[in-house]
Nanobody, 123 residues
Framework: QVQLVESGGGSVQAGGSLRLSCVAS?????????MGWFRQAPGKEREEVAA???????RSADSVKGRITISKDNAKRTLYLEMNSLTFEDTGMYYC????????????????WGQGTQVTVSS
């Protein structure tokens, strides 16, 4: 059974940094498919923060461009999200997701989701 377990969230002051991790177990395709980070703030819709495909091509939301880095370690089956210069608007539950395709298409391609890790940024 595939499990995605996020960690690294917490409370941080504005301007601070966090590094989120997502460990995949039971997912033999790790490294071969697209994986992404999503977030959902209270009262808002879930949005994709960043994604990385099999070929290490990445994309990120305009709201975080220049402040985040998505990466993965295939040997450790771990996906990372490095976030810098955090603002209050970055507050939310952050989810890791895995797709079944090598490339990152639309959100319908994500088939596995983690339970999330909370990020709270105080001003």
């Amino acid at each position: 059974q595939v499990q995605l377990v996020e960690s690294g969230g917490g409370s941080v002051q504005a301007g601070g940094s966090l590094r989120l991790s997502c460990v995949a177990s039971g997912w033999y395709n790790f490294g071969r498919t697209c994986m992404g980070w999503f977030r959902q703030a209270p009262g808002k819709e879930r949005e994709e923060v960043a994604a990385i495909d099999r070929y290490i091509n990445t994309r990120s939301a305009d709201s975080v461009k220049g402040r985040i880095t998505i990466s993965k370690d295939n040997a450790k089956r771990t996906l990372y999200l490095e976030m810098n210069s955090l603002t209050f608007e970055d507050t939310g539950m952050y989810y890791c997701a895995a797709a079944a395709t090598p490339g990152c298409g639309n959100w319908n391609g994500y088939i596995y989701w983690g339970q999330g890790t909370q990020v709270t940024v105080s001003s």
